[in-house]
């Protein structure tokens, strides 16, 4: 069988550099590797649905904004299918199936439902779709066959519970699913880039974003506001790299050749925090150096996004054909699947003719 992969994001919002450095340059990068037999981006809307209900609007435009900035970055429905996750059914039928085979003490303790669910205030009142969309998670995984899945250190209790799913069902059922492994950022910065202000995670709800799609101006302010040492007050006093922001993205966007172009007096990235632990570098400086990092990585996607906003009707044909893929893929996958559980009633001549002649003699 062949290398396949499926991953995707929640259309709640514009992406943003977490999105970019945990999971989306990584799949431009796989998919122009040639590695894999089949490729499947998801915009999961379905999920964004569990926790906005009530608005469903909001996940309504934002499918746009995610399909954008995925092409813009270098997604080819040429070589990847990008698709929407309501558009293909078979997901949702998969999903009532697999709830059978996971209990609801096991989903409790899922670390990722439990940090959504404190962050969301849904401790009191939780809603059943956001609470079991681990299960749903699995159905998307598992219908397209998907032996990878590229994704962040936060999403990794959610592919094990995929794994633990696979396991229970081909126990149950005989071997008909594929086991999936989750493929990390290879780069430690990137598995969770914190926000600007500092806080553990970059997040749409924490406004601590910096947008794939943001103006220089912007990103520029963002920079200049971020968080750093708070104990480095003057330009002489020793400074921390470790917890400072500004480092972290340093860490996970500078380049060797970014010091030739912006930063000639220094050789590497090494030296500047070296300089910056001894005392006599000042914020500024650094935060401007990033801000010119930054801006060198995202002007390409920001103008390649300008392009696709030109033709937004053939962006939604990209995600209608996609879907039909997609939808053509899941069905071969539900198929098996309900042959395995022997809810194939009339497709099974052998059970018909059985009853058949159990009630006609």
């Known amino acids: 069988m062949g290398k396949i992969i499926l991953t995707g994001d929640r259309p709640t919002g514009k992406l943003h550099l977490g999105h970019y450095v945990g999971s989306l340059k990584r799949r431009v990068e796989l998919q122009n590797s040639g590695e894999y037999d089949k490729i499947f981006i998801m915009i999961a809307d379905a999920q964004a649905l569990t926790d906005n209900a009530d608005n469903p609007e909001k996940v309504r435009q934002n499918i746009l904004e995610v399909a954008l900035d995925y092409l813009s970055c270098g997604l080819d429905p040429a070589k990847s299918t990008l698709f929407i996750q309501s558009m293909v059914p078979q997901l949702t039928e998969l999903t009532v199936y697999y709830m059978n085979l ?4 096991r989903l409790q303790r899922n670390p990722t439902v439990k940090s959504e669910i404190q962050m969301r205030n849904f401790e009191a009142s939780i809603p059943v779709g956001f609470f079991t969309y681990p299960i749903s ?38 071997e008909t699913l594929t086991m999936p492994n989750i493929l990390l950022p290879e780069n430690q910065v990137c598995m969770r880039l914190p926000g600007t202000d500092g806080k553990a995670k970059m997040s749409k709800s924490l406004g601590n974003c910096i947008y794939l799609s943001d103006e220089p101006k912007d990103i520029k302010k963002k920079i200049m506001s971020m968080y750093t040492d708070p104990n480095h007050i003057r330009v002489e006093d020793p400074g921390q790299v470790e917890g400072n922001t500004v480092f972290t993205y340093l860490d996970a966007f500078c380049r060797p050749e970014h010091f030739a172009e912006f930063w ?4 590497n990235l090494d030296e500047v925090k070296e300089h910056y632990q001894r005392g006599g570098l000042g914020d500024v400086k650094v935060k401007k150096f990033l801000n010119k990092v930054l801006e060198a990585e995202l002007a390409p996607i920001r103008a390649r996004r300008k392009e696709f906003e030109k033709d937004i009707p053939a962006v939604y044909e990209i995600l209608k054909k996609g879907s039909e ?8 996958t539900l198929h098996d699947v309900r042959d395995a559980m022997q809810i194939n009633y009339f497709d099974d001549m052998e059970l018909i003719a059985e009853q058949a002649e159990k009630y006609g003699k």
């Open 102 to 105: 996971v209990t609801v003490s």
């Open 137 to 174: 998670q699995a159905a998307d995984i598992t219908a397209f066959r998907a032996t990878t899945v590229p994704a962040g250190e936060d999403q990794m209790p959610m592919v094990e519970q995929t794994r633990e799913i696979v396991h229970k069902f081909n126990s149950v059922y005989g």
């Open 264 to 267: 000639p007096d220094y050789a």
């Open 325 to 332: 893929i997609a939808r053509a893929e899941a069905e071969k």
